[in-house]
């Protein structure tokens, strides 16, 4: 049996309208009973997991939260951070300098939620709604910028994006990793650091390897999550290049896709 299993949030736990169907407690439930450590792995900030978690009994028991797509790993039963790697302040300013330029929403988080100058932007409202969090407008974005966050973010159409993220890797790759979650949000972390990395930190901290792993995800950023699992299972909302990369593909999160797939993969296995 898999003794870690990765869950992705958004289009993989959630529904669209960012519920956790009952069937899918129920499995979830079932192989935490089984010893199966529940790792949900997100490009959310910390303050959009932690109700997730809470929903599904983590908070305050074993469990592990991967924020800010893996720029942060945080114990639920201690409520303690486990693993931090963070982009240096400079960074996060020439990043934000360029999305003003270019007239692009950058947003950032404090304790409470979304910061940006941008609030009305579709896109931080996108953000915002998908981890329950609400925004703050502040004038000025890089000002309100003076600690290394685990993650920032850039917003907005795709192919603005794709240029974006070009010229920004030209000044600041060697420092950073630019990458997507959705065509419209653009993440920028420590260099070097992902969700899949950040897994293979969980499991060095609990002597595991890759073979005792099972994720299950729907987007861009699993895909690299799904080369260090010895299960990858890929929702059937995906899009055709994230299923290419996976092991098997499960029904979508309208579906139950998860409880399906933990169902298969997890709990037949212990019967």
């Known amino acids: 049996m898999y003794k870690v299993l990765a869950l992705d949030l958004d289009g993989t736990l959630t529904t669209e309208e960012k519920r956790i169907t009952d069937r899918t407690k129920k499995a979830i439930a079932k192989a935490r009973e089984l010893g199966c450590h529940i790792t949900l792995a997100s490009g959310r900030p910390l303050l959009g997991i932690k109700h997730v978690a809470a929903e599904l009994g983590l908070m305050g028991s074993e469990g592990t939260i991967l924020a800010y797509n893996g720029g942060l790993l945080f114990d639920t039963k201690t409520q303690s951070t486990l693993w931090q790697r963070t982009v240096d302040v400079q960074t996060i300013h ?13 947003l950032s988080y404090n304790e409470v939620g979304a910061i940006t100058e941008m609030p009305d932007d579709q896109y931080v409202i996108k953000e915002a709604f998908n981890n329950a969090i609400p925004i703050t407008r502040v004038e000025d974005l890089i000002y309100c910028s003076t600690e290394p966050m685990p993650k920032v973010m850039i917003v907005g159409e ?94 979508s999160n309208e579906e139950d896709g998860v409880a399906i797939a933990i169902e298969r993969y997890i709990l037949s296995k212990s019967s």
């Open 94 to 106: 020439t990043c934000f300098s360029y999305a003003r330029k270019h007239n692009l929403a950058a």
């Open 158 to 251: 795709h192919e603005l994006l794709k240029k974006a993220q070009k010229d920004l890797l030209s000044q600041v790759g060697d420092k950073a990793d630019i990458g997507f979650s959705e065509p419209f949000f653009m993440e920028i972390t420590a260099k070097g650091v992902q969700k899949a990395s950040s897994l293979q930190v969980l499991l060095s901290l609990f002597h595991l390897t890759e073979d005792d792993l099972m994720v299950i995800g729907d987007g861009l950023n699993d895909i690299p999550m799904f080369g260090v699992a010895g299960l990858a299972v890929a929702m059937g909302n995906a899009s055709d290049e994230v299923k290419s990369h996976a092991h098997t593909i499960t029904a």
